[in-house]
T-cell receptor
Framework: DAGVIQSPRHEVTEMGQEVTLRCKPI?????LFWYRQTMMRGLELLIY????????DSGMPEDRFSAKMPNASFSTLKIQPSEPRDSAVYFC?????????????FGQGTRLTVV | RKEVEQDPGPFNVPEGATVAFNCTYS??????FFWYRQDCRKEPKLLMS???SGNEDGRFTAQLNRASQYISLLIRDSKLSDSATYLC???????????FGSGTKLNVKP
């Protein structure tokens, strides 16, 4: 099993540009999560999907952020326009949704720097 | 009140020491809990699950105190390789959401 795959691993972009982060969850997992991690705020849940449907996007900071999951094997997180304060590590995680035995498996993250 | 709270540390301990971290949670209905380990510039990975009163795996022991709503992680005979950030995790209702603590940083020194 390849695990959760994220791309790109690193992204440096100029303020105002559009950024798209990609995630391929583990096959068979029902839930997918997007997290953002910074030194100041730790790990923050941005949005999660269950069976490709967005369930809770209350963590999405503002309208500049959007996420989609067009099918069970792919999700994107888009920031448009990007700002320097968006600089962080963005993690995608998936889980098999097995009740209390469920754990979340993380991808290696995308380190985003907005200059 | 945050769903999960942890002491950020850092905890600086010598090799061989025993160290313990606590984590408090706000939802009294929570049934299961997790400890994740995160190495510098890496993704979090599951260390232990806690479903009842506790769980033990080698040098690591996780305990749950439902009355006081906290879980603890005890590491015995610390190794240099134990240096990492330890994240306390509490699933949400229906286990479809995971609330992470801010993490406790452990530095094990020779």
């Amino acid at each position: 099993d390849a695990g959760v795959i994220q791309s790109p691993r690193h992204e440096v972009t100029e303020m105002g540009q559009e950024v798209t982060l990609r995630c391929k969850p583990i096959s068979g997992h029902n839930s997918l999560f997007w997290y953002r991690q910074t030194m100041m705020r730790g790990l923050e849940l941005l949005i999660y999907f269950n069976n490709n449907v967005p369930i809770d996007d209350s963590g999405m900071p503002e309208d500049r952020f959007s996420a989609k999951m067009p099918n069970a094997s792919f999700s994107t997180l888009k920031i448009q326009p990007s700002e320097p304060r968006d600089s962080a590590v963005y993690f995608c995680a998936s889980s098999p949704d097995r009740g209390r035995n469920t754990e979340a498996f993380f991808g290696q993250g995308t380190r985003l720097t907005v200059v | 009140r945050k769903e999960v709270e942890q002491d950020p540390g850092p905890f600086n301990v010598p090799e061989g020491a025993t160290v313990a971290f606590n984590c408090t949670y706000s939802n009294s209905a929570s049934q299961s809990f997790f400890w994740y380990r995160q190495d510098c510039r890496k993704e979090p990975k599951l260390l232990m699950s806690v479903y009842s009163s506790g769980n033990e795996d080698g040098r690591f022991t996780a305990q749950l105190n439902r009355a006081s709503q906290y879980i603890s992680l005890l590491i015995r005979d610390s190794k240099l390789s134990d240096s990492a950030t330890y994240l306390c995790v509490v699933p949400g209702y229906n286990f479809n959401k995971f609330y992470f603590g801010s993490g406790t940083k452990l530095n094990v020194k020779p």
